[in-house]
């Protein structure tokens, strides 16, 4: 199973961008996606969360309102939009998917396939 990043780069406060994340096999089908991030000199955090089959997307507060996570299973592919970025979204994405539980879908040792990741800066 692979999962394949895309989509980062650079911009400018206040603009946008969307990572893909694009999965072998129907694995995106039939599990639960997260996508996390690690900043510089950070821990990799919790960003967003699609439940399987569906319907159900979670977001950690400091993106709450201008991220937006998208799960396309006939596609197999995962997306995050990405809106009013700020210079502290800079990061490497990462794109995970698994079936943890209700309770540990921030913690990024309850996915089992994780992407290479994707750097996204924003500059101020």
Same mark, same amino acid.
């Given at each position: 199973v692979q999962l394949q990043a895309s989509g980062g &780069? %650079?911009?400018h406060a206040g603009g946008s961008l969307r990572l893909s994340c694009a999965a072998s096999g129907r694995i995106l #089908?039939? +599990?639960a996606v997260g996508w996390f991030r690690q900043a510089p000199g950070k821990e990799? #955090?919790?960003?967003a969360y699609a439940s399987?089959? &569906?319907g159900g997307t979670y977001y950690s507060d400091s993106v709450k309102g201008r991220f937006t996570i998208f799960k396309d299973n006939? !596609?197999?592919t995962v997306y %995050? +939009?990405?809106n #009013? %970025? !700020?210079p502290e979204d800079t990061a490497i994405y990462f794109c995970a998917a698994g079936t943890p539980s209700s309770g540990r879908i921030r913690q990024e040792g309850a996915y089992e396939f994780w992407g290479q990741g #994707?750097?996204?800066t924003v500059s101020s």
């Open positions: &780069g %650079l911009v #089908s039939v +599990h990799r #955090s919790f960003v399987w089959p &569906g006939a !596609k197999n %995050l +939009h990405m #009013s %970025l !700020k #994707s750097l996204v």
